[in-house]
């Protein structure tokens, strides 16, 4: 009996992502869905020697996300892909911004003591 039930469970979620205000059959799914490509690149970018990373990229994609996280919240209806994008966008550039700022004064600490 429980067997049967599960299935319809699912059915009913999928149709009420569907036909959520922010689901697949509007631009709101689909604009945060594809700027996870943005995060995406920047996880990529781990790999990239931190004096070839941007400050001005970062500092823009860290604004970004903080600032549209918080927009996520506050609209209605609620746009938790938009919001999770954002925190990632956020979370990633600020990683960047770190590495960039540690290389930087670093190397010239070394500079300034030869």
């Known amino acids: 009996m429980g067997r049967t039930k599960t299935p ?3 059915a009913a979620k999928l149709q009420a992502l569907w036909n ?3 689901g697949p059959k509007t631009i709101h799914f689909w ?4 700027k996870w490509g943005i995060s995406i690149a920047n996880i990529a970018d781990f790999s990239k020697p931190p004096e070839k990373l ?3 990229q970062q500092i ?5 996300g903080l600032i549209w996280s918080r927009y996520s919240t506050v609209i209605t209806p609620k746009n938790w892909n938009l919001f999770s994008v954002n925190v990632a966008m956020a979370g990633t550039g600020l ?11 670093s190397s010239e600490a070394a500079a300034a003591k030869e």
Request: no cysteine; glycine share 0%.
């Open 95 to 105: 990683y960047q911004l770190s590495r960039k700022l540690r290389h930087d004064y």
């Open 20 to 22: 959520h205000p922010a």
């Open 31 to 34: 604009a945060p869905t594809f």
């Open 54 to 56: 941007s400050y001005p």
């Open 60 to 64: 823009a994609v860290t604004a970004t």
């Open 8 to 10: 319809l469970m699912a």
